[in-house]
């Protein structure tokens, strides 16, 4: 779209009407676009220095590049306004162009003295100090409004500014169907939705205190919102890294450590704590570990979920981009800024240095160690016991007399066939052939190797062979020996099994050893400069202390990580809860207080309610750092009940909904709409934690759930293997290998973790469509579904008709709605008498049998349910 340059020129003049200040409104610009080449680290192109006003004033080699009150006469602005600056970058924004140039107009003006020296002290101005997340979490008083508290009170005060209300309040369908989503991820059955109906229609309130408990009682909770936590710390089952793309077999330690930690509402806080420094809590050596102590290394895994190349690449570029990832992961999930950004040079909009950077890379350092890396499979921590590896040997001992019997049965064999080939040869060769054969390979003579070649079948005789004789004993000999080394698998079965922790565990040095930390020029791994010591953000010194104890005399490692983790709890952080409490927002509404999660910097959105913000991380600190106390207080709140109905007034004033005067629709996730479709049609596996279930590619490329049984050049063989229900668990446990996404879960937007996600996208795109239509895995969804409405639904049509309407849409359909759908049915089983279609099975492969019209009838209904909006959203 064009605008006449009139309307342009207002619109710079509305934005520059303010008196401008160098710190508050031009020092961002020219430190984003321009300190790169003219400040930073001592460079000065042209001579000309941007970091302060005065040197602007000052100017280079071209003399001053500005004149304070004429704009027309300053060579900067003319640069800026050409396009000839900043160079090698896209031309600055119309909006900063006039920023600057009103700034000259109006005199140049500084908001304070300006220092002599620019030292490490000036880093940061006040106006970037004071940016608006890095301030104490205040104690916030809700507003005073009548009949509101809390929650409600801080959305309705933002309402009466905008002349809207709450809406009306969503019905007890409605309810129960949202408040299970949000909770466990999996859609209420029939039978809950009736008792939280009749329930509600008697006491509204205390009928949805008694849900939400339930609901957050559940195993499920964990799993739902451990998926959650799992996005935010870039959560795979694999490395991340090359065509090869290795698994990571025990991550799924960590998954369920989660899991389990939600579950049991573990405080936030320790969470935290054990997650960034869970080995620093347990004794070491790492042997013969407690249940607690299992617990917190399994926590650790936190800090080993990023690309990991170097079991296939280890030099020093692969280690560093390792690291790279943890510390941008870490920024981004507990401190909600883009700190990776300050990797090769101070943060381009946020008061994050570089030497900040690499400060907070030397916290984790010890633990990671270029010097001596170590590669992933040397990470793992054993869990075997003293007393099972003692179990273990002895086990051995027994199969390996097994093994010793076996050998000797089989040197019986091979003398017995051996002396009767021998008996085939001349008289003269037999003893010859014998000592050849009985002679080690790399001893035999020349004239031994020639004489066996000459007799391939005493030449070729071995224990693998043996079958290939005496047509008389080869069956005794086989079974015998195949008995045998079977017993001996059966013997060594019997072994404790050895299972690891995907764990982050800091080798204890001699302190001349530890790692140190340098900031790398430009990033450069290669390039190191000065050396910086552990420290939080500097930014952050005026409110608290930042700097990190190098080691901790108290612990065999530095203790860094365990001290930053103290710190990052202290209930004093600005960042920690206001980062947390936001997510599980965006979590129940669709949309956070603040929409950027990860970024609460200056590119990242501005809080729509920053009272109600603090008010909750209080709140959440308040009570424990409990995740079930936030739910309970913001889904029991008239803001989270509301309807999602939508209607003229809203959508003029507010058509984002930002100010939520109604509740936002929202689509499932890929995963959970998977658990559902399970879920609907009765073949959900409830199975808590465990291995990952596999997936593999079919014959057309697609990657589905399944044993892989691709063939030894690395091509699909069509074979399906038994799995015995766990290809219907829940997606939780669906193996995350990064370069083998789910066909459903990479339709529907779910992440491949690079290193991780803050928000999910929500695309809407035909694929969607098509997967949901025509995708066999839909069509043995449906054929499922159809079997359960059959068998629980009665005899009669309508009433498997209206089970199958409960089950998707969690209320019962109209009268019409099932004359409508008995009559599709009926059309659907016309069509199938006509035109004979085999079944699904399981995995999408299809059968050779024809299905029973009616039944395909009945499918066909369930699958068009099954691919509605009213299962797809939730109001």
């Known amino acids: 779209m064009r605008f006449p340059a009139g309307f342009l020129l207002i619109c710079h003049v509305s934005v520059v009407a303010a008196p401008l200040t160098f710190e508050k409104d031009v020092r961002p610009i020219l430190k984003a676009n321009c300190f790169h080449c003219h400040g930073e680290e001592g460079e000065t192109k042209g001579g000309l220095d941007v970091r302060l006003a005065r040197f602007i004033l000052k100017g280079g080699e071209s003399g001053p590049a500005i004149v304070p009150g004429k704009a027309a006469e300053s060579h900067l602005l003319e640069l800026v306004k050409a396009g000839e600056m900043p160079k090698g970058k896209s031309k600055l924004k119309d909006r900063d162009i006039a920023v600057l140039e009103a700034w000259v107009a109006q005199g140049a003006k500084t908001a304070r003295a300006e220092p002599e020296k620019l030292g490490p002290e000036h880093a940061f101005t006040d106006e970037e100090r004071a940016w608006w ?11 005073v409004k009548p009949d509101v508290l809390g929650i409600d009170a801080f959305i309705a005060a933002k309402h009466a500014e905008k002349g809207l209300a709450f809406s009306p309040e969503a019905d007890p369908v409605t309810f129960i169907r949202r408040a299970s989503f949000d ?82 509402d573990k405080p936030f806080d320790q969470f935290v704590r054990e997650q960034l420094a869970g080995d620093e809590m347990v004794p070491q050596p790492y042997k013969n570990l407690s249940p607690d102590a299992i617990e917190k290394l399994s926590a650790t895994g936190f800090l080993r979920m990023s690309p990991n190349g170097t079991a296939e690449m280890n030099d020093a570029a692969t280690q560093n981009a390792n690291i790279a990832d943890t510390v941008k992961m870490v920024g981004t999930s507990l401190y909600g800024l883009t700190i990776g950004c300050a990797q090769c040079h101070d943060h381009r909009y946020d008061p994050i240095s570089q030497a900040d950077y690499y400060r907070l890379r030397a916290v984790f350092e010890p633990g990671f160690d270029t010097k ?58 037999r003893e010859p052939l014998r000592t050849a054969y009985r002679t080690e390979v790399k001893k035999r003579t020349a004239d031994q190797t020639k004489l066996l070649k000459a007799w391939p079948r005493v030449n070729q005789l071995s224990a693998g062979s043996l079958y290939l004789y005496d047509t008389t004993n080869k069956t005794k000999h086989a079974d015998t020996l195949k008995k045998m080394t079977e017993e001996a698998m059966v013997v060594r079965a019997t072994k404790p099994v050895e299972e690891f922790l995907h764990a982050f565990v800091e080798v204890p040095k001699k302190p001349e050893l530890v790692p140190a930390t340098f900031i790398f020029n ?13 420290s939080d953000l500097t930014v ?83 009570e424990g750092w409990s995740l079930k106390h936030l739910h309970r207080l913001i889904m029991t709140s008239r803001t989270y009940r509301q309807s999602s109905t939508r209607d003229e007034k809203r959508d003029r004033i507010d058509p984002d909904n930002t100010l939520l005067s109604r509740m936002n629709v929202r689509r499932l996730e890929a995963e959970i709409l998977r658990d559902s479709l399970l879920a609907i049609s009765g073949r959900l596996n409830p199975k808590i934690g465990g291995a990952p279930v ?62 991780s996600c ?65 009559e599709f049915v009926q059309a659907q089983t016309e069509f199938y008498k006509a035109n004979p279609t085999p079944l699904e099975v399981q995995l999408g492969a299809p059968s050779k049998t024809p299905g029973e019209p009616g039944f395909l009838g009945l499918t066909a209904l369930c699958h068009a349910l099954m691919s509605g909006n009213a299962l797809l959203y939730v109001d």
């Open 133 to 143: 997340s890095l301030q104490p979490v205040q104690n916030v008083k809700p507003p």
């Open 183 to 264: 909770l466990t991820g999996l859609p209420p059955t029939p039978e809950e939705v009736d008792v939280f109906v009749a329930a509600y229609i008697k006491h509204p309130a205390s009928s949805i205190e008694n849900l939400i408990d339930r609901l957050l009682a559940s195993p499920h909770y964990g799993e739902r919102w451990g998926r959650h936590w799992l996005d935010a710390a870039g959560y795979a089952d694999s490395e991340g890294f090359g065509e090869k793309d290795l698994e990571r077999k025990w991550a799924w330690k960590y998954r369920d450590y989660v899991i389990n930690a939600l579950n049991k």
């Open 372 to 429: 001596a890396w170590r590669l992933p499979a040397s990470r793992l921590v054993s869990l075997l016991t003293d007393a099972e590896s003692v179990e273990a040997a002895k086990i051995e001992v027994e199969a390996k007399k097994l093994d010793a019997a076996r050998l000797a049965k089989t040197e019986e064999f091979i003398t017995e066939v051996l002396e009767k080939e021998l008996a085939k040869a001349p008289e003269k060769d």
């Open 522 to 534: 430009r990033g450069n791994h290669d390039q190191p400069k000065e050396k910086v010591g552990p």
């Open 540 to 622: 952050l010194a005026a409110h608290r202390k930042v700097e990190v104890p190098e080691k901790d005399a108290k612990l065999p490692t530095t203790g860094r990580r365990l001290a930053f983790a103290n710190a990052l709890t202290d209930g004093k952080h600005p960042l920690l809860a206001r980062v947390m409490v936001n997510r599980v927002w965006m979590h129940h509404f669709g949309k956070g207080i603040v929409s950027s999660p990860g970024d609460f910097g200056q590119l990242g959105s501005k809080p729509t309610h920053p009272e109600l913000l603090d008010w909750l991380a209080a709140e959440f600190m308040r």
């Open 694 to 755: 596999p997936v593999m590619f079919n014959e057309e490329g697609q990657v589905v759930i399944g044993i892989d049984t691709t063939d030894t050049a690395g091509r699909p063989t069509g074979k399906y293997l038994a799995m015995n229900g766990e290809e219907f668990r829940r997606s939780i446990y669906v193996q995350a290998r990064r370069s083998r996404p789910l066909e459903m879960f990479a339709t529907f937007d779910a992440p491949i973790m690079e290193p």
């Open 758 to 822: 803050d928000v999910r996208s929500v695309t809407t795109v035909s694929p969607q469509s098509l997967l949901l239509m025509n995708s066999s895995i839909m069509r043995v969804h449906a054929q499922q579904f159809a079997q359960r409405v059959q068998t629980e639904g009665g005899k009669e049509l309508p009433d498997q008709i209206r089970l199958a309407w409960k089950l998707v849409h969690g209320k019962a359909p109209s009268e019409s709605d099932v004359q409508q759908s008995v």
